[in-house]
């Protein structure tokens, strides 16, 4: 049975934060165990990490991450559910990269997921991370459409289909329906995140930060949205 299409959910803070909220990232264990996790392997890397506890709106949070630039800067927020978000100051918004290793140190899942509106580089991802190694990355399952370097627009899936996916929606004609912005809330909130949701988040946090390996290379959030022509609440 194909399921009735449902409205796009509008963007986290209505896109007024993007591109740091253009990508969101979440791991299923205690915010205070994974700060802790989060901060050892910082130092083990030699990044010399300054923990401190943090308090405020998420809109204050996130806006005191700026300037941009390579993710010296991180945030963990618990949230209303098991699952803690995390966030980190690099010019796209978080990083994947540390969410497959945080999952195989901590024994748990991680969520990573996209949307991105700017005009010419739309992209939608939706990136299940496993509790245990697999063949790449610890990725269990990944969706995403975007477009490619010519322009056009490409759709990929690999790894174990979960149960909460709209296979129906795959084989759309066009190739942006088959991973929409309500399909990824969708999955999200099978697995407990409501992802778009304000309220979703919690106002007390940890904040990591380390040496920033390129101090002279950022940018604000109003500069970056100017730079990729992208206007806050245009969808």
Known sequence: MT????????PLLNGELWPLTGQLAFIDAA??????????????LGREPAVSAVTGSLRDL???????????????????????????NDFNGPDPA?????????????????WSPAPGQEANQFELYADHPTSFL????????????????QFDANGDVQPFEDLTAYRSRRIVDRLTPAMIAGYAQA???QPFDVDFYGDAGWLVTTRD?????????AELQARYGYTPGVE
């Open 213 to 221: 390996p390129k101090p002279d290379v950022r940018a604000t959030i």
């Open 138 to 153: 610890n990725i269990e399952r990944s969706v995403q459409v975007g477009r490619n370097d010519d322009g056009n627009w």
């Open 31 to 44: 915010a205070s165990d994974v700060v802790e996790v989060l901060a050892t392997w910082r130092l083990e």
């Open 191 to 193: 697995l407990g995140v």
């Open 98 to 114: 540390p969410l497959g290793y945080l999952a195989e140190r901590m024994a748990c899942r991680a969520l990573f997921l996209m």
């Open 3 to 10: 399921r009735r299409a449902q409205a796009n959910p509008r």
């Open 62 to 88: 996130l806006g005191g991450l700026q300037p941009l630039g390579f993710g010296y800067r991180e945030l963990v927020l618990p949230t209303t559910s098991r699952w803690t978000s995390y966030w980190s």
